[in-house]
């Protein structure tokens, strides 16, 4: 078998031994590619080493990618959107720099959390994705829920006798997203569930949460002023806390097409 390399061109032997050897080291990428590659290194003349890395790195690249399409499946977004895709010229309060910071991710290892704040349609639940996907794209394992359905989920292990279980399996997701508080006043246990949560999390565990309700009104929202400051208070022991203004974003594009010459729009068509 080690003859047909001397003679340099692989038998069947070779090859089929190649075959075995990765998919018990399963790793099909190399299965896939060693053949082209190698007959790319004899055109090129690349050194051992150099069709080593070529191979390994497909193999590594490959790997990544998979990792990052299973994490982004298993995160549940509603949505896929990227923080490439916000437009800050519609948020110009917003402090860019915190979001770039944010975007590095570097606060989910120290479990830091974020907190988005603003009337509906300013684009909270499209950042919380964007930055879902960041979290996704460097690793971290990612669960995304409304408030309402984290409540439902709690409510079910706890009805279960299993709230301490569940809150303990929740810490292998490195960041939580808890969209929309507010939207929904929280009963009593509910909002007692809340707080689990959210102090199970506390320098365990990062939390990004979303709400169109200043802090001032969390009260409300929970049903007791008491619970909310309490929650806050662990919220944003460690926390960027960003608020977004301005109009909807999804009425303001209306607007703008509505607002849009029609005949301009035609001479543009025709002219590209
Ligand atoms: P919110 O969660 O604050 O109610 P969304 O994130 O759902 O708002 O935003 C509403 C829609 O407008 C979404 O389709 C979102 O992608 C879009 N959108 C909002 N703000 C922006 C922005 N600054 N740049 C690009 N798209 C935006
Ligand atoms: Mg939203």
Same mark, same amino acid.
């Given at each position: 078998? $080690?003859?047909?390399?001397?003679?340099?061109?692989?038998?069947?032997?070779?090859?089929?031994?190649?075959?075995?050897?990765?998919?018990?080291?399963?790793?099909?990428?190399?299965?896939?590619?060693?053949?082209? $590659?190698?007959?790319?290194?004899? /055109?090129?003349?690349?050194?051992?080493?150099?069709?080593?890395?070529?191979?390994?790195?497909?193999?590594?690249?490959?790997?990544?990618?998979?990792?990052?399409?299973?994490?982004?499946?298993?995160?549940?977004?509603?949505?896929?959107?990227?923080?490439?895709?916000?437009?800050?010229?519609?948020?110009?309060?917003?402090?860019?720099?915190?979001?770039?910071?944010?975007?590095?991710?570097?606060?989910?290892?120290?479990?830091?959390?974020?907190?988005?704040?603003?009337?509906?349609?300013?684009?909270?639940?499209?950042?919380?994705?964007?930055?879902?996907?960041?979290?996704?794209?460097?690793?971290?394992?990612? $669960?995304?829920?409304?408030?309402?359905?984290?409540?439902?989920?709690?409510?079910?292990?706890?009805?279960?006798?299993?709230?301490?279980?569940?809150?303990?399996?929740?810490? /292998?997701?490195?960041?939580?997203?808890?969209?929309?508080?507010?939207?929904?006043?929280?009963?009593?246990?509910?909002?007692?569930?809340?707080?689990? $949560?959210?102090?199970?999390?506390?320098?365990?565990?990062?939390?990004?949460?979303?709400?169109?309700?200043?802090?001032?009104?969390?009260?409300?929202?929970?049903?007791?002023?008491?619970?909310?400051?309490?929650?806050?208070?662990?919220?944003?022991?460690?926390?960027?806390?960003?608020?977004?203004?301005?109009?909807?974003?999804?009425? /303001?594009?209306?607007?703008?097409?509505?607002?849009?010459?029609?005949?301009?729009?035609?001479?543009?068509?025709?002219?590209?």
């Amino acid at each position: 078998m $080690l003859g047909d390399t001397t003679r340099g061109h692989v038998g069947t032997d070779l090859a089929a031994h190649i075959a075995y050897l990765t998919r018990v080291m399963k790793t099909p990428t190399i299965t896939a590619i060693w053949a082209d $590659l190698a007959v790319t290194a004899r /055109r090129e003349g690349w050194s051992h080493e150099e069709y080593l890395v070529a191979v390994l790195a497909r193999q590594v690249a490959d790997r990544e990618a998979n990792g990052t399409a299973l994490r982004t499946a298993a995160a549940h977004f509603p949505a896929i959107k990227s923080l490439e895709d916000f437009n800050t010229d519609h948020q110009p309060g917003l402090r860019r720099d915190v979001l770039a910071h944010l975007a590095t991710t570097t606060y989910i290892p120290t479990a830091g959390n974020v907190v988005l704040l603003g009337p509906p349609g300013v684009g909270k639940t499209h950042l919380a994705i964007g930055l879902g996907i960041k979290a996704v794209h460097a690793g971290h394992p990612v $669960l995304f829920d409304t408030a309402t359905g984290w409540i439902t989920r709690l409510r079910d292990a706890h009805q279960h006798t299993r709230l301490a279980h569940e809150l303990h399996r929740l810490r /292998r997701y490195r960041l939580l997203i808890i969209d929309e508080v507010g939207y929904i006043p929280f009963d009593h246990e509910a909002a007692n569930l809340f707080f689990q $949560l959210i102090s199970s999390r506390y320098e365990q565990g990062s939390v990004l949460v979303t709400s169109n309700m200043p802090f001032g009104r969390w009260g409300e929202v929970f049903g007791d002023d008491v619970v909310a400051a309490a929650m806050i208070d662990r919220l944003v022991h460690h926390a960027e806390v960003l608020t977004l203004t301005g109009d909807s974003y999804r009425t /303001r594009t209306r607007r703008e097409l509505l607002a849009k010459d029609p005949t301009a729009t035609t001479r543009t068509t025709r002219t590209t």
